[in-house]
């Protein structure tokens, strides 16, 4: 999968799961990526403010 599929499928998720919470750890089991990819694509996401960082490290959308 290209980083691009992996964006769009994990953007994806976000949206059809309301309430999603994930670490980049948790992250990486739940879409069965290795831990490089889930942190690039993270780090896109971050970046472009689709998912923002809780203060203990947790990735969520952006408008929760």
Known sequence: MSVEQVTARIRAE???VPGLV???????KFFGLDHEMTQSVIERLVDSSFLRKT??????????
């Not at 994930?22 to 990486?28: F, G, I, Y």
């Not at 203060?55 to 929760?64: I, M, P």
């Open 22 to 28: 994930l670490t980049v750890p948790q992250a990486s």
């Open 14 to 16: 976000f949206d059809e």
């Open 55 to 64: 203060r203990n490290g947790a990735l969520v959308r952006s408008t929760q």
